[in-house]
């Protein structure tokens, strides 16, 4: 067996020893706990570190290297790990702040179902600043790294031996220059817009800022416009708030395929998690174009639909 650090990935350790999964119980219990979809999701994701899983499980990591090292028959090694990513000491203002939804990741698990895809769900329904809560019995650290990655606030506190409390504030990301920083690569156009995610890419949120522009041609009243701005106001920060999660999403596929080297198989769940948030975007934008039906007359659209059919608004 190659010689075994920190940085040594889970998935690797249970392919070269088919009795990995035994030794990792035996250290410690805790490990019994994971049932097969846990161990699918997050033992075997590719980029979980040995490091990464003693937080997890709750061991300081040289304790747990140490431990799988002297099982193999390898030398201990002294090491000193620094990565902390979230201290308990350290509590944020925000977490303090009204929790809109709360998981319990010990029920989704025993129901074989993953806690990351029911927070991404949440969160899409979630505005900037919200705060979101997950119990858990472990620390959830690639699910925390994950939400890092999308620019999220965490904050990780632990209440009991063997339980704790994540907080997320969803990231405010509603004005344009968010989605061009997600996406600053030489590997990928930062200059586009969120528009080339949605099925009409014209004024978006669904032509609603031509419908405020030309208001008077449309032939909208004052209660009309009130309501089309209002429905502008809800729309369009989802729609640059999901459109900049899927760049960031998009950007760490390319890194990984290109400066990484990674495989297409490797970077396969990353692209279903893209997927459905591409798909959760344009439900939001399908939604939108229904409720701008229902405000204006059949009249007052027919108006918009020739104003932007004259090419009045081409951008």
């Known amino acids: 067996m190659k010689d075994i650090t920190l940085e040594s990935k889970i998935f690797d350790l249970l392919n070269e020893n088919t009795n990995m999964k035994d030794i990792l119980i035996d250290i410690s219990s805790k490990f019994k706990k994971f049932n097969k979809s846990i161990i699918e999701e997050t033992l075997l994701k590719e980029n979980i570190t040995l490091s990464k899983m003693a937080i997890v499980v709750g061991m300081e990591p040289v304790e747990l290297l140490n431990n799988v090292r002297k099982v193999v028959g390898q030398e201990p090694i002294k090491a000193v790990y620094t990565d902390v990513v979230i201290k308990n000491e350290e509590i944020p203002k925000w977490s303090k702040a009204e929790v809109i939804k709360t998981i319990d ?37 690639p699910l925390i790294d994950d939400l890092l990655k999308m620019g999220h606030s965490i904050y990780v506190q632990k209440v009991a031996d063997e339980d704790f409390i994540s ?28 528009r080339r995610y949605f099925l009409i890419a014209t004024q978006l949120p669904f032509f609603i800022e031509s419908c405020v522009k030309h208001s008077e041609t449309i032939g909208l009243d004052k209660d009309t416009l009130k309501k089309i701005r209002g429905l502008m ?81 081409n951008d």
């Open 105 to 141: 990741a010990n029920k989704l698990l025993r129901n074989d179902l993953s806690p990351l895809v029911e927070v991404l769900k949440i969160l899409e329904e979630l505005k900037g600043g919200d705060l979101l809560t997950i119990t858990s019995f472990f620390q959830p650290q």
């Open 233 to 313: 106001s809800q729309t369009k920060p989802q729609v640059v708030d999901n459109a900049t999660i899927v760049k960031r999403m998009e950007l760490e596929a390319i890194n990984k395929m290109v400066d990484e080297k990674c495989s297409a198989d490797e970077v396969d769940e990353l692209f279903v998690r893209i997927a459905n948030q591409q798909l959760f975007m344009q439900r939001i934008h399908a939604k939108c174009i229904n409720e701008v039906q229902a405000i204006l007359t059949d009249e007052q659209y027919i108006k918009l639909i020739e104003i932007l059919k004259l090419g009045v608004e």
């Open 167 to 194: 907080y997320i504030m969803k990231k405010k990301m509603n004005k344009a220059k968010d989605f061009k920083e997600a996406g600053l690569s030489p590997y990928l156009d930062s200059t586009q817009s969120p």
